[in-house]
C-alpha cells in the first residue's frame, strides 16, 4: 500500500529552505546533493564552475563521478559546455541538442547556472534512478529553479575575482515547452544516439519523501528503493507474518502536530508506518527496525553542526519514537557526510544501503 504522495509545494520548500538559509559554501552544495538526489531522483551528477581565469569549467562538487572536484571537466565541448555558452538548458529526449561529447553517452540533462543574468556554472546530471527513465519537465523547471537558487547563493559567498562567463553566448533558444519531443536518449536533429536507459524493474518502487509503503511478501517480490540526505527511512519487518514497511520523512517535528502533513514528519511517519502494519495483521511485539539515512550532507567529518543539525535530529526522533513503541532496532546506517541510496525488500526484511559519492 502505497500512501498519497506529499505535494511537491511541501518538499520543495523543505529542501530549498536550507539552501536559501546556507551560510557556508558546503551547505550549498549539501542541500544542492540533497534535492537532485531526492526530489529529482539522480545518482550520478556534478555541480560545475566557470574558472575566473580561463573559462574552463571546474567541478564544484559532485556525486558517483570518477571525477574530483576541483578538478577541471574532462571535455571543453559537448552539450554541457553548450549549456554554459549558450545558457540554455538540455534534457535527454525533450530538446534540442547539439554535438555530445564521449563522456556525455549516459546525460540526462544540463541546466546552466546562474547568479541573476550572468551564467556561472552548469548542473550537469547522469544516470538517474531506475525508476526514472528520463527527465519530465517537471524535473526541468526544479533544476531550473534550482541552478537560480545555487547560482545566488555562491555569489554571495564567493571571493573576490568571481567567475567570467564564457565569450559570445549563443542566441537563446525556445523555451523547452515549445521544442519539439523526441524518443528517449535520442538527440533530435543529429546522428548521435545515446545508450537508452533500461526499462524500470517491475517490482521496484521509489518512495518520493513525504511517502509511505506497506505490504505482505505474499503480495509479490517488491523492492522499496529511497535516496536519502539529512531525511531518514523507517523500516519496519515482521519476520513471522512477513509483512513490512518503510517510511520517508524529512524533517522530525511538525509544527502543526503529527496530523498536519504526518508522513512528512517523524512524529507522523513513524506511527502511520506502524499502523499500517498492524493493519496487515502484524503486532509491535514481532515488529523490528532498521535506520538510515540523517547525514549531514555536504558538510566534513566531524563537522560541528552535524551534531546538531535536521540528520541528526531526524535520527534520534526514529530511535527514541521506536524506544517509546517497544519495536527494537536491529540495523542502522546513519549520520555521515553524503546521501544514501537504501533498498529494502519486503519479501525478507533485507535492507541494502550504498553511499553516494564517497563513505559515510
Not at 42 to 61: Q, R, Y
Not at 83 to 90: D, F, I, K, T
Not at 120 to 128: E, Q, T
Not at 271 to 280: G, K, Y
Request: aromatic fraction near 4%; proline fraction near 8%.
Amino acid at each position: 500500500m502505497r500512501t498519497t504522495p506529499v505535494p511537491m509545494a511541501l518538499p520543495l520548500t523543505a529542501m530549498l529552505g536550507p539552501l536559501r538559509a546556507a551560510r557556508t559554501r558546503t551547505e550549498v552544495l549539501g542541500a544542492v546533493e540533497e534535492v537532485v538526489c531526492q526530489l529529482v531522483g539522480c545518482e550520478e551528477f556534478a555541480l560545475l564552475e566557470l574558472d575566473a581565469a580561463s573559462g574552463a569549467l571546474v567541478v564544484a562538487h559532485q556525486v558517483g563521478l570518477k571525477v574530483g572536484s576541483g578538478s577541471p571537466w574532462p571535455t571543453a565541448r559537448g552539450l554541457i559546455h553548450q549549456a554554459a555558452r549558450a545558457g540554455v538548458p538540455y534534457i535527454a529526449g525533450r530538446s534540442f541538442g547539439g554535438e555530445a561529447s564521449s563522456d556525455e553517452w549516459n546525460l540526462s540533462g544540463c541546466v546552466p547556472v546562474r547568479d541573476g543574468t550572468r551564467i556561472c556554472g552548469v548542473l550537469a546530471l547522469f544516470r538517474l534512478l531506475p525508476h526514472k527513465r528520463q527527465l519530465t519537465q517537471a524535473d526541468a523547471d526544479l533544476l531550473s529553479l534550482l541552478a537560480q537558487e545555487a547560482g545566488r547563493a555562491l555569489k554571495v559567498l564567493e571571493p573576490a575575482g568571481a567567475p567570467q562567463p564564457l565569450a559570445a553566448a549563443a542566441p537563446v533558444r525556445p523555451p523547452l515547452a515549445a521544442l519539439p519531443r523526441a524518443a528517449a536518449g535520442t538527440f533530435v536533429g543529429t546522428a548521435h544516439t545515446l545508450v537508452p536507459a533500461a526499462e524500470p524493474t517491475p517490482s521496484l518502487v521509489y518512495l518520493h519523501p513525504g511517502e509511505l509503503y506497506s505490504a505482505a511478501a505474499a503480495s509479490g517480490a517488491v523492492e522499496v528503493s529511497t535516496i536519502l540526505g539529512s531525511c531518514v527511512a523507517v523500516c519496519l519487518w515482521d519476520s513471522r507474518l512477513r509483512v513490512g514497511g518503510v517510511n520517508h520523512y524529512l524533517l522530525p517535528t511538525s509544527p502543526g502536530g503529527p496530523d498536519a502533513a504526518p508522513h512528512r514528519y517523524g512524529d507522523g511517519a513513524i506511527p502511520a508506518l506502524v499502523d499500517a502494519l498492524q493493519a496487515l495483521g502484524s503486532r509491535r511485539s514481532q515488529l523490528q527496525a532498521k535506520v538510515f539515512g540523517g547525514a549531514s550532507v555536504g558538510a566534513g567529518p566531524g563537522a560541528a553542526e552535524a551534531a546538531n543539525g535536521v540528520g541528526a535530529r531526524n535520527v534520534q526522533q526514529a530511535l527514541r519514537m521506536l524506544a517509546v513503541a517497544g519495536i527494537p532496532v536491529v540495523e542502522e546506517g546513519v549520520g555521515g557526510s553524503r546521501s544514501r541510496k537504501l533498498r529494502f525488500r519486503l519479501s525478507d526484511g533485507v535492507a541494502s544501503v550504498k553511499v553516494l559519492g564517497g563513505a559515510a
